[in-house]
């Protein structure tokens, strides 16, 4: 099968043939319809976040089942699925608890001495997240995917895979904003937007959305945002204090910066929280002014928007399909596999939403 292979870090993906294996006890084939391009593995071609190479990068996908090994109980062949790489074992003391966005997933992958799921000239490929979704087809554990609507169309569902279940979620499940709230977005790609929305839907009073480039601010308004900060045309902490007279309930950091992560926690009011959802490098530190914790200010992290899959995308499909969730607005261009890294430049400018990758275009 095609597959963009990561050989060389800092690099960027070469299209090449990759040996996939026949699905295991508990695994599920899939025939890729459509994959996003997602920040997250910019992270990783860039050295930003260590793995080991060669890998299959991509991670946010959608397809058809193909086939299943033995004991699968939760899709069949033909089934339409959404992968997600918050794969659960289903027994550990996260899974168990209600947090499976946390499982180690340890027991969801092959032993080292068995044969691997991807290969190049003999040699094991490495799966990326536990999916490698930029490729024709994915192998990969039951509890990485979940079954959906036939009418759901596979490209935007792809878009569930990450960005959508991590912005919503990071609203729903990790803040758990209230209606009438005040909130505040920093960074307004894929996932900030999904922040955007998911605020809409949970009924904030007021969303301001925060981005250096202007025009993504105005794309936020589609989205729910009643109000914009262009933080290039001055301090974006002052601006959002002033609108609000004292600060934000919630603040979403939605870009994976240390500096962005400390203006969101400045951006809450007394009593609010700052959320994490980007991935800030390895090795950087965020610091906060120490006397702000005896204002009941918080700070937190927020895993793929502390999902739990299974339950949340067949409703953001839901959504979706009656008209709540907007996905058709974040596709900013849809491209063949054989274009990925021009997805990934055009990423790298900050104008575009999402990319996707279709690899199927009878199937979307």
């Known amino acids: 099968m095609k597959a963009a292979v990561l050989r060389t870090i800092p690099g960027e993906l070469e299209i ?34 260590p793995y080991p190479t060669p890998a299959v990068l991509g991670h946010e996908s959608a397809g058809v089942v193909e086939a299943v090994g033995a004991d699968v109980a939760h899709v069949q062949p033909g089934d339409h699925v959404i992968t997600c790489l918050s794969v659960f074992c289903g027994h ?17 992958r092959r032993p080292l001495d068995a044969p691997p799921r991807l290969s190049a000239g003999g040699q094991p490929v490495f799966q990326f997240l536990d999916l490698s979704s930029y490729a024709e087809q994915m192998l990969v554990h039951e509890n990485a995917v979940v079954k959906i609507r036939d009418d759901m169309p596979l490209d935007r569902a792809a878009l569930i895979g990450c960005g959508v279940t991590t912005g919503l979620g990071s609203v729903f499940r990790t803040a758990r904003v209230e209606p009438g709230q005040t909130v505040a977005v920093i ?12 605020a809409r839907i ?25 109000d914009a900060v262009v933080a290039s045309e001055g301090d974006p902490v002052a601006q ?3 609108m609000t007279g004292g600060g934000v309930d919630h603040a979403f950091e939605a870009i994976g910066m240390a500096v962005t992560a400390q203006q969101a926690f400045a951006m809450a009011k007394r009593g609010g929280t700052a959320t994490v959802i980007g991935m800030i490098p390895i090795g950087e530190t965020v610091s906060v002014p120490g006397v702000e914790l005896l204002f009941e200010k918080r700070l937190q992290g927020s895993n793929m928007g502390s999902n739990r899959f ?20 974040l596709v900013s261009a849809r491209r063949p596999l054989e274009e990925v890294n021009e997805a990934f430049a ?12 279709v690899l199927d275009e009878s199937a979307v």
Do not use: W
């Open 310 to 329: 299974r339950i949340d995308m067949p409703r953001f499909v839901d959504m979706y399909l009656d008209g709540r969730l907007l996905l058709d607005e």
């Open 92 to 108: 550990c003391d996260f899974c168990i608890s209600g947090r499976p966005a946390l499982c180690d997933k340890a027991t969801v």
């Open 187 to 198: 960074g307004c790609g894929g996932i900030g937007l999904n922040c955007v929305q998911g």
């Open 202 to 226: 949970a009924g904030a009073g007021r969303i301001i959305a925060v981005d250096m480039v202007a025009s993504k601010c105005e794309l936020a308004r589609t989205f729910g945002a009643t």
């Open 240 to 242: 959002v204090l002033e």
């Open 346 to 357: 055009a990423m790298r400018t900050g104008e575009v939403a999402r990319s996707v990758l």
């Open 16 to 49: 090449d043939d990759v040996q996939i294996d026949t699905p295991g006890p508990r695994e599920v084939l899939i025939h890729t319809v459509a994959a996003g391009v997602c920040h997250s593995d910019l992270h990783f071609m860039e050295g930003k976040y």
